[in-house]
């Protein structure tokens, strides 16, 4: 059974701080998609890694894929008020239509 | 474009009423879901449909019956809900992956929040 197991949980910060988000499997996953979600809206896609090794940077987000693609983590630089929410590791279940996501990281920074 | 569609936003009902949810996208995706969500957790599958066939039902009660009329359009129909039913559903899309077949990235819709009362 694939699993996405995320840390931290939760991590409240001050405005300006930096923060590492990760997201940890034992499989190896083809892709792996972070998302950022609010209260009662639908997670939107931040970036999709593909590639071991893979970095990808996002204005103040970077995005990489561990080289054996079993793991992936976020990093914020400077972070802003407006970084608060859930953010979501997922891939896909290998061989089916199936998603898994990640337990979720809730970010709170601070103004 | 990258946008999935659903109506409507919110939704309140009570348990003997028939309600439907409804999600559309013009990205060409083959692939749709309809995920449920609880506070404070990740979304949970409930029905993969591919090429409109239904491909996955994660053993979710028959008071949710899905359905695909076509390649753009997924519905998800409500009936004798009960309140712990309330959250919120959500949308997806996929293309098959590069590997062909299976599911790649999944773009979701901005949910339906429904309350059962």
């Known amino acids: 059974t694939q699993l996405l197991e995320q840390s931290p949980q939760f991590l409240s910060i001050q405005e300006g701080e930096n923060l590492t988000v990760y997201c940890n499997s034992s499989?190896?996953?083809?892709?792996l998609q972070w998302y950022r979600q609010e209260p009662g809206e639908g997670p939107v896609l931040l970036v999709t890694v593909v590639t071991g090794g893979e970095v990808k940077k996002l204005k103040r987000l970077t995005f990489q894929f561990g080289d054996a693609r079993k793991d992936s983590s976020l990093h914020i630089t400077a972070a802003q008020p407006g970084d608060t929410g859930l953010y979501l590791c997922?891939?896909?279940?290998?061989?089916?239509?199936?998603?898994?996501f990640g337990t979720g990281t809730r970010l709170k920074v601070l103004a | 474009d990258t946008e999935v569609t659903q109506t409507p936003k919110h939704l309140v009902m009570g348990m003997t009423n028939k309600k439907s949810l409804k999600c559309e996208q013009h990205?060409?995706?083959?692939?749709m879901y309809w995920y449920k969500q609880k506070a404070k957790k990740p979304p949970e599958l409930m029905f993969v449909?591919?090429?409109?066939?239904?491909?996955i039902n994660e053993s979710v009660p028959s008071r949710f019956s899905p359905e695909c009329p076509n390649s753009s359009l997924l519905n998800l129909h409500l009936h004798a809900l009960q309140p712990e039913d309330s959250a919120l559903y959500l949308c997806?899309?996929?293309?098959?992956?590069?590997?062909?077949?299976?599911?790649?990235?999944?773009?979701f819709g901005p949910g339906t929040r429904l309350t059962v009362l």
């Open positions: 449909y591919s090429y409109e066939k239904l491909s």
């Open positions: 990205m060409g995706h083959r692939a």
């Open positions: 499989s190896v996953f083809s892709s």
């Open positions: 997922a891939g896909p279940v290998s061989g089916t239509y199936k998603y898994i």
């Open positions: 997806a899309s996929s293309q098959e992956s590069l590997a062909g077949g299976y599911t790649d990235t999944q773009y």
